[in-house]
């Protein structure tokens, strides 16, 4: 909040550009942190854990040559419309 007042004597007329520019870039960050302070969900930008962990099975099990293993398909799921809101 007291940033403008430091700026009028170095930047004159330009300090509320200056300080737009420095509002903007903080709060651009806090919006990026916001976003990617929880990344186990079930949302677009979270990480894929269940893929991960059925990558990770079946390479182990092929690893491991186990014959008892059985992969059942993956039902059909229609792509996902994005709406960006």
């Known amino acids: 909040m007291l ?9 004159g007329l330009l300090m ?9 870039a903080f709060m651009s960050l806090e919006a990026i942190a ?3 302070e929880d990344p186990f969900g079930l949302e677009e930008n979270d990480l894929a854990l269940n893929a991960m962990c059925e990558t990770l099975e079946i390479a182990l099990h092929d690893m491991a040559a186990n014959p008892d ?3 059942a398909p993956k039902p059909f799921a229609p792509p996902r419309d994005f709406i960006l809101d």
């Open 3 to 11: 940033l403008p007042f430091g700026l009028v004597d170095g930047a």
């Open 16 to 24: 509320p550009l200056f300080a737009l520019l420095v509002a903007y």
């Open 34 to 36: 916001a976003q990617i």
């Open 69 to 71: 293993f059985y992969l």
